[in-house]
Every structure is written in C-alpha cells, then in structure tokens.
C-alpha cells in the first residue's frame, strides 16, 4: 500500500532568509564580510544601529551590542547560536579561502578544510571579528 503524503505535511517555510546577529563593533565585522568574503552592503540603520549585508543567498543582519558586559557565547551553557555555516563553491575556494583568512590576524582558524565525518563534503571553522564562529563548506562536485 503506498503511503501518501497529506498536504498539510510540506513544510511550511521555505528556508533562511536572513540570520540576525549582534556583535561587539558592527562596522568591523561587516567590513571584514565586505572586503574578505565579498558580501555587499544592502542596507543600514545608523540610529540603531545595525548593517545588513548580503551574498546574494542569505542576507545577515549585523546588531550593535549596546552593553558593556559582553559574554561570549560558550556551547556547554548559552543558550543561542552554535556557529552559522556558509556554503563556498567548490574544494580549491574553500583552499583559497582557508590560505587568505589564516594570514588575517583578526581571524581565528579552528582548523583547516578537512573532509566533514568521512563524507564527501569539505569543511573548516573559524573566528571571524565580532566574535562570530563560523563554518565553511564545500559540497562535492558533481561528477
């Protein structure tokens, strides 16, 4: 018997449109995403304030910390945002990638591309500024 799918079983959304984040000095981590990842500014409210850049894909909403106790975010007892994982083209940029940022003081390599839990995938994680951890990956190429 062939079981069927109800339509009310879809999901219903439909994916990240953008990701919110605040960090310590919002002008110094959209600078880094504009010049080092090549995100584009598409917005900004300077009363706020906040910077909204984007890839084309997923647009990040950068807020700016308006307290003086800053607590880093710590995985075994916050509660929020793990790391966010931004997909690269292909093996040789997420290299590229990994051979500029490790010349970045400002950056944090965890550790270079490697092969994502025996899978065919690629990946590396970092520290970029703001405090932000991020992943890179790159999924295998089509045959």
């Known amino acids: 018997m062939k079981q069927e799918t109800a339509p009310d079983s879809a999901p ?3 994916g990240l449109h953008h990701l919110g984040l605040t960090v310590p000095d919002v002008r110094e981590t959209a600078s880094f995403l ?4 090549k995100f584009r500014k598409v ?3 300077t009363d706020y304030p906040a910077i909204f850049v984007s890839d084309g ?3 990040l909403t950068l807020w ?3 307290t003086e106790q800053i607590h880093p975010f710590d995985r075994h007892g916050s509660i929020g945002l793990h790391h966010f994982a931004l997909q690269v083209e292909n093996r040789a940029a997420l290299e590229q990638l990994y051979q500029r940022l490790a010349k970045l003081e400002a950056v944090e390599i965890e550790f270079a591309p490697e092969p994502l839990s025996g899978t065919a995938i690629h990946h590396m994680m970092c520290h970029i500024p703001g405090g932000l951890r991020v992943e890179f990956l790159a999924l295998p ?3």
């Open 12 to 14: 219903i959304t439909r």
């Open 34 to 37: 504009i010049e080092q990842l």
């Open 43 to 45: 917005g900004e409210k």
């Open 57 to 59: 894909r997923i647009m």
């Open 64 to 66: 700016q910390v308006t």
């Open 141 to 143: 190429e089509a045959a």
